[in-house]
């Protein structure tokens, strides 16, 4: 836990909050904190700043908050996922949100089972918890937006302009002839939106589909991935390839 | 499973070779082979080909296997790993050996803790499996060479150049100037040895003594990741910018 994340509600007017949980049990173990010394902190989708202990009692810390008037910046990823099966989305929300991503749209696909949909890892009690630990570790505020789509051509026709318009638009393809570097440099772009096949791959209707939609294949290596991987490796790829254009 | 990997010695002068574990359960259940279906094999260090189902007999499978002549090339990215914490180092074995990376070598640092090393996914029948896992997810046979060191310093001055000699060794700092695909494409190599530290980072000691060593630093984005997906980001990066620059 690198930054200690807060609700929004969780926070008084005068600027205190009380932590009586495992965030408490961090700071005062881990952190060994004491009246007077300051955490890292932030506020779900807002600012970062200080946390200055006020005062422990009974394994409760108080904390004093002062903000930085600037937000983190916004993700520039955001990923169009076909659902993995449920043990593989589990490892993955914490990471994606430690990664940075805007959106994570999951959708169904040819090659996803249908009971792929019915786990408890799909619900906000689940997930929400391991995002804010994935932004807990990468001393990030902004939750990803997370939205469940079971057609995945619904989504591209009708959905997808409303929530990705103007960037790139990138599909991870193994049998693409353009290297996902090559096709990075040739189109810099302030927002990327990624899709990531089933293991099995993307079949040739939803391929068609996306391109169709202004999707671009791009190929990663030879070698296939499980989906938690790829999607970290595609995620990190796009990233420094980014980072390192802007520079 | 993408190829069913097979231990040497499993197959039989005359090339055949008899599954009745978890191997011969995906060939009837996943793969739906019936005699006459092909499947994709390999020899655990040894060739790709292909195996012929024969027989099925009570839950074992009968294959006639046929290799092609040459190897899988050597994976270009060799890992030098502060030793993570044992839950995360059991998550990265399988995504190292999918990956594809021909050593990792499991180092002492100040900010790893002693009792890590006592843990079960250090030893040969934890992590073997998990390795060969791997492999089979990303159809490759080269299974990667596992050491483990206790002493970062001993292993730096006196061990290193004898396994890692010629190539490219970067270390990933956070601090660093030059970004990890900038370094990559000034220095084109064969061969890179990666350094990873420990999740609180290599000290001031451990980096001069790296970089006295002959490793460059380089910086990987502003997040602090975990390090199982530290590990899987820049093995990515490395080997998509590899593949990138040598087209």
């Not at 659902?83 to 929300?93: D, E, F």
């Not at 440099?185 to 927002?191: C, M, V």
């Amino acid at each position: 836990m690198n930054l200690l994340i807060l609700e929004p509600g969780e926070i008084s007017q005068s600027g205190e909050v009380v932590l009586a949980d495992g965030r408490a049990a961090h700071v005062l173990t881990v952190l060994k904190a004491a009246p007077g010394h300051e955490v890292r902190i932030g506020v779900l989708d807002g600012p970062r700043g200080v946390g200055t202990v006020q005062a422990v009692d009974n394994g409760a810390v108080r904390l004093l908050c002062a903000f930085a008037p600037d937000l983190p910046p916004m993700p520039r990823v955001d990923l169009l996922l076909a659902l993995p099966r449920p043990k593989v989305m589990r490892r993955l929300w914490a990471q994606l949100a430690a990664l940075g991503v805007g959106r994570i749209m999951l959708t169904n696909a040819e090659r996803v089972e249908r009971h792929y949909f019915d786990t408890h890892v799909l619900s906000p009690d689940c997930y929400r918890p391991l995002l804010v630990e994935g932004l807990q570790q990468a001393k990030d505020t902004r939750l990803p937006h997370v939205s469940i789509h079971k057609e995945l051509k619904v989504l591209v026709e009708d959905e997808l302009d409303h929530v990705f318009d103007g960037g790139l638009r990138i599909v991870a393809d193994p049998g693409a002839s353009t290297p996902l570097p090559a096709l990075l440099s040739r189109h810099p772009a302030d927002r990327i939106l990624l899709a990531v096949g089933p293991e099995g791959g993307w079949n040739a209707f939803e391929l068609t589909l996306l391109q169709a939609h202004g999707f671009q294949a791009a190929a990663m290596g030879r070698r296939t991935l499980r989906t938690d991987t790829a999607c970290v490796a595609l995620i990190a790829l796009v990233n420094e390839m980014e980072r390192d254009g802007s520079e």
